[in-house]
T-cell receptor, first 117, second 111 residues
Framework: GAVVSQHPSWVICKSGTSVKIECRSL??????MFWYRQFPKQSLMLMAT?????????EQGVEKDKFLINHASLTLSTLTVTSAHPEDSSFYIC?????????????FGDGTRLSIL | AQRVTQPEKLLSVFKGAPVELKCNYSYSGSPELFWYVQYSRQRLQLLLR??SRESIKGFTADLNKGETSFHLKKPFAQEEDSAMYYC?????????????FGKGTLLTVNP
C-alpha cells in the first residue's frame, strides 16, 4: 500500500517551454503533498508543501511564479516549471501523506528527471 | 532552523560486520526523526521512525536527546543493505509535517 506515482519519469525539452509533472497517490488520499528538488550527489531540498484545495506554501528562495503547484484533488498534485531554462534541470521528487491516522509518514514517488536543453 | 548532519558521505564494510550510520540534528523543539533508504534505481522508502521504536531489516535507531543523535545500527551487515541512507527530521505533528534531510550516506557492504 501507500504507492505514489510520478509522471513523467524523464523529460527533455527546449529552453523556454513549460513542463508539467504529476504526482498521484494511487491507493490512498493525500491531504498534503510535498515537492522536492535533488541535485546530483546532494540531498533532497523541499521546494513547497501542497495542500488540497488551497495555495501551496513555498520554501524560502523558491520562486512561486516559476514553479506552479496545483493540488486540485486528494490524489493529485502537479508541478509546472514555467519557461524552463537549463539551470532548472534537476531531479524532482514528490511525496504524499495519507489523510488517515495521526502522524502518517511521507511516501515518495520515483522522481522525474528534467533536462532542459 | 533545524539541521540534520550525516558526517559520512561513504561507508564501506564487509558482510557480517557491524555497521553504524551517524546522524546528528539541531532543533530547539521536540523533533521526530526518520531514516529513509534508497536502493539502487528505486524510490526513497521509509526505514525507521523513532516513535515506532521497532527494528526493520535488522536495523535499529535510538533517539539520544542529550547528544542530539539518531544513529542507525545493524549488528551484522548484509550485501543487500548496500544503499543510500538519509536521516530526516520533522518538526512533528501539524498538517504540513515538513522533513529536513541530511545529505545522505552511501553504504556499501562488500562480500
Amino acid at each position: 500500500g501507500a504507492v505514489v506515482s510520478q509522471h513523467p519519469s524523464w523529460v527533455i525539452c527546449k529552453s523556454g517551454t513549460s513542463v508539467k509533472i504529476e504526482c498521484r497517490s494511487l491507493d490512498f488520499q493525500a491531504t498534503t503533498m510535498f515537492w522536492y528538488r535533488q541535485f546530483p550527489k546532494q540531498s533532497l531540498m523541499l521546494m513547497a508543501t501542497s495542500n488540497e484545495g488551497s495555495k501551496a506554501t513555498y520554501e524560502q528562495g523558491v520562486e512561486k511564479d516559476k514553479f506552479l503547484i496545483n493540488h486540485a484533488s486528494l490524489t493529485l498534485s502537479t508541478l509546472t516549471v514555467t519557461s524552463a531554462h537549463p539551470e532548472d534541470s534537476s531531479f524532482y521528487i514528490c511525496s504524499a501523506r495519507s489523510v488517515r491516522g495521526y502522524n502518517q509518514p511521507q511516501h515518495f514517488g520515483d522522481g522525474t528527471r528534467l533536462s532542459i536543453l | 532552523a533545524q539541521r540534520v548532519t550525516q558526517p559520512e558521505k561513504l561507508l564501506s564494510v564487509f558482510k557480517g560486520a557491524p555497521v553504524e550510520l551517524k546522524c546528528n540534528y539541531s532543533y530547539s523543539g521536540s523533533p521526530e526523526l526518520f531514516w529513509y533508504v534508497q536502493y539502487s534505481r528505486q524510490r526513497l522508502q521509509l526505514l525507521l521512525r523513532h516513535i515506532s521504536r521497532e527494528s526493520i531489516k535488522g536495523f535499529t535507531a535510538d533517539l539520544n536527546k542529550g547528544e542530539t543523535s539518531f544513529h542507525l545500527k545493524k549488528p551484522f551487515a548484509q550485501e543487500e543493505d548496500s544503499a543510500m541512507y538519509y536521516c530526516a527530521l520533522s518538526e512533528g505533528g501539524g498538517s504540513n509535517y515538513k522533513l529536513t534531510f541530511g545529505k545522505g550516506t552511501l553504504l556499501t557492504v562488500n562480500p
